[in-house]
């Protein structure tokens, strides 16, 4: 079965500094990888998403993320936090080539901004 | 350009009660999906339903049904409504099963607190 591990619950970083959030999947075969940012009473907006070539991805917001299949993750980050990027942060996996297969979520990392 | 469009946004129950959240979507999508969300838990699915006609069990449907009226809606329905299933549910959709690269597009939610 495919799992999704976000091993940071809560991170919190300085307005300017540079973040990387970590998510670390488990499954055998090609995976189809996707960050969400979730605003506070919010829904879940998509970040960006990684399926094929260049395993560097850029994302709306300034965001990007790295997928490193030798160590099964794809870590998400950013230059230089703002202010409004305090949200909560999900990772999500989703088996290739499986139609309409659902996503799978991690439990999410929390980032608070502090001036 | 609405999206995926979920009522009501808040409600509040009493336990025994029943209720039926609403999901439209008019992004013409073939798959949607009901998650519920729960703090330290990320999203969990309920049910899905990958075509018009077609429902499937997720993580955790216990005490919940669900109903894929047409393309556009898809409704959950609790039929006895527990303190057990105070959460945030989300309501979400996905483009047709080309690729399960498609990212699954969410509503904002529905809070629901049972007393």
């Known amino acids: 079965a495919q799992s999704v591990t976000q091993p940071d619950i809560h991170i919190t970083v300085s307005e300017g500094a540079s973040l990387e959030l970590r998510c670390n999947y488990s499954y055998g075969a090609t995976p189809y990888l996707f960050w969400y940012v979730q605003s506070p009473g919010q829904g879940l907006q998509l970040l960006l998403k990684y399926f094929s070539g260049d395993t560097l991805v850029q994302g709306i917001k300034g965001f990007e993320a790295e997928f490193k299949r030798s160590q099964s993750s794809f870590n998400l980050r950013k230059p230089s936090v703002h202010w409004s990027d305090a949200a909560e942060y999900f990772c999500a996996v989703v088996r290739g080539g499986s139609g309409n297969t659902p996503l799978v979520f991690g439990k999410g990392t929390r980032l608070s901004v502090i001036a | 350009n609405a999206g995926v469009t979920q009522t009501p946004k808040f409600q509040v129950l009493k336990t025994g009660q029943s209720m039926t959240l609403q999901c439209a979507q008019d992004?013409?999508?073939?798959?949607m999906y009901w998650y519920r969300q729960d703090p330290g838990m990320g999203l969990r699915l309920i049910y899905y339903s990958a075509s018009e006609g077609t429902t499937d069990k997720g993580e955790v449907p216990n005490g919940y049904n669900v109903s894929r009226l047409n393309k556009r809606e898809f409704s959950l329905r609790l039929e006895s409504a527990a303190p057990s299933q105070t959460s945030v549910y989300f309501c979400?959709?996905?483009?047709?099963?080309?690729?399960?690269?498609?990212?699954?597009?969410f509503g904002d939610g529905t809070r629901l607190s049972i007393l």
């Open positions: 979400a959709s996905r483009a047709p099963g080309k690729g399960s690269h498609q990212p699954q597009h």
């Open positions: 992004m013409n999508h073939n798959s």
